[in-house]
């Protein structure tokens, strides 16, 4: 991914559980979260809260950084509810990766595909331990998207 330049910073943020840095890509924005403490439903929805005020594209970017290994109190109710609402958010895609050493994630990145796919919401997630993965996926995600050649502008219901 290109060097991050501070021009190319458009939001940061601190808050109990979670730190963050958006940074704009072409047309998208890719959003760096690193988790600082456990991270529960009510954390989740501020962090999403946050991040979506510096994304104008209907395409979420998200590298979630938990290779500190904090709680992740996370269930199939809580990803229904977050889909649901991210795309009342008019979000028509979401590409994540989650950067974790937990044995348990990829079930977890089982449910989220299939709620995103049940709820007609693109894009794709996946988990991995190393940061350079992590990178690698979203520039593949970007450049697919770039490829593609569409703007998506979130609509808001």
């Excluded at 958006?22 to 890719?30: F, I, L, N, P, T």
């Excluded at 009510?42 to 709680?71: P, Q, V």
């Amino acid at each position: 991914m290109q060097q991050i330049e501070p021009r190319d910073i458009v939001a940061t943020g601190s808050h109990p559980g979670f730190d963050f840095v958006s940074v704009r890509h072409g047309a998208e924005v890719v959003h760096r979260v690193t988790v600082t403490g456990p991270l529960d439903l009510r954390r989740r929805i501020l962090m999403y809260e946050e991040t979506l005020k510096a994304n104008t594209s209907a395409r979420y970017f998200c590298i979630l950084d938990n290779s500190a290994e904090h709680e992740n109190v996370f269930g199939y109710n809580d990803i229904q509810m977050l889909a649901e609402w991210l795309s009342k958010e008019g979000l028509t895609a979401f590409y994540g990766v989650t950067i974790t050493n937990d044995a348990g994630y990829p079930k977890l990145v089982q449910i989220v595909t299939a709620v995103l796919q049940i709820l007609e919401l693109g894009g794709t997630v996946t988990t991995t331990s190393d940061p350079e993965v992590a990178e690698a996926f979203i520039r593949e995600k970007l450049d697919l998207v770039a490829a593609l050649g569409t703007q998506s502008s979130r609509k808001l219901d």
